[in-house]
T-cell receptor
Framework: DADVTQTPRNRITKTGKRIMLECSQTKGHDRMYWYRQDPGLGLRLIYYSFDVKDINKGEISDGYSVSRQAQAKFSLSLESAIPNQTALYFC???????????????FGSGTQLSVL | QKEVEQDPGPLSVPEGAIVSLNCTYSNSAFQYFMWYRQYSRKGPELLMY????GNKEDGRFTAQVDKSSKYISLFIRDSQPSDSATYLCAMSGNDYKLSFGAGTTVTVRA
């Protein structure tokens, strides 16, 4: 089984609909992230959480909200979807890096979201 | 201007060729440099990482960092069709906030 699981894998929705993307992990990591990937723009951070009671905005949080239901679960919501939110969405987890070490992200397989 | 610039390619090479990928960056505070590999419809996976300047080798892969030029490279020797993927550079400072390049798509032809 995958360590970081995202559901659904694909979703097509209409403008104005509320959408929730879910992420669960079995890696035991405290840190969880939501990114979106667009061609030519790379990965951009939407929200991140360092523990269950910690939620932080990333560089492109407008139009999104998140919920950290448990250490292992982090969901992303689009309250009223719009076409420019069409993208590939990734959840990632990491452990707190040690001094002098890189922060290693582990990604799920992504959710392809299309907003018509 | 983006903090991290990466040529999106695509890059197509014959099997056995050396693949050369690079990124430039503008933030002199970056200390940690990473390369992620992403297969089609999969999430990125960490391939290699280095701290500060210098070279690091892992099998057929070599990562280089030149902080004076704000330039990092990834070389793949004896490339294989299984190396066909998108390669993303990523970097961060001591705050660990990652900045990603847009990714370069590589195809290795058998």
């Amino acid at each position: 089984d995958a360590d970081v699981t995202q559901t659904p894998r694909n979703r097509i929705t209409k403008t104005g609909k509320r959408i929730m993307l879910e992420c669960s992990q079995t890696k035991g990591h405290d840190r969880m992230y939501w990114y979106r990937q667009d061609p030519g723009l790379g990965l951009r951070l939407i929200y991140y959480s360092f523990d269950v009671k910690d939620i932080n905005k990333g560089e492109i949080s407008d139009g999104y909200s998140v919920s950290r239901q448990a250490q292992a679960k982090f969901s992303l919501s689009l309250e009223s979807a719009i076409p420019n939110q069409t993208a590939l969405y990734f959840c990632a987890t990491s452990d707190r890096p040690g001094a002098g070490d890189v922060e290693k992200l582990f990604f799920g397989s992504g959710t392809q979201l299309s907003v018509l | 201007q983006k903090e991290v610039e990466q040529d999106p390619g695509p890059l197509s090479v014959p099997e056995g060729a050396i693949v050369s990928l690079n990124c430039t960056y503008s933030n002199s505070a970056f200390q940690y440099f990473m390369w992620y590999r992403q297969y089609s419809r999969k999430g990125p996976e960490l391939l290699m990482y280095t701290y500060s300047s210098g070279n690091k080798e892992d099998g057929r892969f070599t990562a280089q960092v030149d902080k004076s030029s704000k330039y990092i490279s990834l070389f793949i020797r004896d490339s294989q069709p299984s190396d066909s993927a998108t390669y993303l550079c990523a970097m961060s400072g001591n705050d660990y906030k990652l900045s990603f390049g847009a990714g370069t798509t590589v195809t290795v032809r058998a």
